[in-house]
Each structure stands twice: as structure tokens, then as C-alpha cells.
């Protein structure tokens, strides 16, 4: 009977530890888990999260920083050789059309990251969501694992019956809205920030 769970991950595992083994069926589980929220985040993303994504990547490159210091320094210099040839700058010092796209890309570019930063956000804030149910569920395991040893403690004829204050309390389950209600009444009592 031992031999079918562990058969059973081998399978189930595609991942492998670096050592090749792989990994119990419960952490491929998990990766399998985190895996799927981040796939069903990319299916609901549109085609413009998925643009807007895409130009914020290429914005973020240091190749797109040397291509506008670049096209600045050819501006410049375009603009000051042809008034000293006296053709007439098409933007002549101090450069307000040069000023005018700078300041519409700068929008541009704040705009482009607030948009791909709010849907981060949301894979973000999916990612607490999930760390959060692990965290009441381990416990909700824990405090069941420490009320099956007061019992087996207590129930075992070798060890001595004593009271336990510590691990009474710690084996009842937590009042999740209690604690949610406790942090919510301390953040409310801190100091403004600023």
C-alpha cells in the first residue's frame, strides 16, 4: 500500500528536485496551482492588456533609453547645424517642439505603465488571496494535529495526564473575523503616514 502513493507521484510529477527526483505529488500540486492562476490571468488579459504589456516590456529596455538619447542628440544637432548653415531650424533653441513630443511621450509612457502596473496588481493581489487560504488552511491543520496529540496524550496509558493551558487554546480553531476585526482595529489606530 506504501508503494502506490510514491508510484503515484513519480507519475503525477513532471517536475524534478535538481537531484532528478521528483517532487511529491502535493508541491507539483501547488505548482500546478500557481501555474493555472497564472495562465487564466493571461486568457482574461485583451488583446489591448496584452498590447499595452508588450510596449511597456520594450519601454522598459535599456535599448529604448540609448534610442530616445539618441534621437535627442541627433535633434539637437540637426536643428543647431542647420540655423548656423542658415537652412532655418524646423525646431530652433530652446526646442519647443522637441519639448511638446518629450513631455506628450512622458504622458504617454506614465499612462502605458499605470495600466500594465493595475493588471501586475491583480495577478498580485490573486497571489495574497492564495497565500491567505494556505495560511488559515495550515492553521486549521495545525490546530487539529495539537488537539489529535492532547488526545493521544491523554488517552496514552505511558505518559503522565497533566493540563495543558497552552495546548487546549492552541488546538481550538482560530476565529479568522476575530483576528481580521483585531488587525483592522490596530491599523486603524496607527499614526497617519506623512
Known sequence: MTKEPQEHSIAAGRHAAADGVPLPTHVEEAIQAIAAMHAAHREEASWLDRLIDRITAAVAKASFLFCVAAVLVLWVLANTLSQRA??????????????????????????????????????????????????????????????????FRRDSPNVKDRIDLEAMEMSGMPDHETVLNAIQEINDNLPPEG
Do not use: H, Y
Not at 518629450?102 to 505603465?113: E, G, R
Not at 494556505?134 to 488526545?151: C, F
Open 86 to 151: 542658415g537652412l532655418g531650424a524646423f525646431d530652433a533653441l530652446p526646442f519647443p517642439l522637441l519639448a511638446l513630443c518629450v513631455s506628450c511621450a512622458a504622458l504617454f509612457i506614465a499612462i502605458l505603465i499605470l495600466a500594465s502596473q493595475r493588471r501586475a496588481d491583480r495577478l498580485a493581489n490573486l497571489r495574497e488571496q492564495m497565500t491567505l487560504e494556505t495560511v488559515l488552511l495550515n492553521t486549521q491543520k495545525a490546530s487539529k494535529l495539537i488537539d489529535l496529540m492532547e488526545e
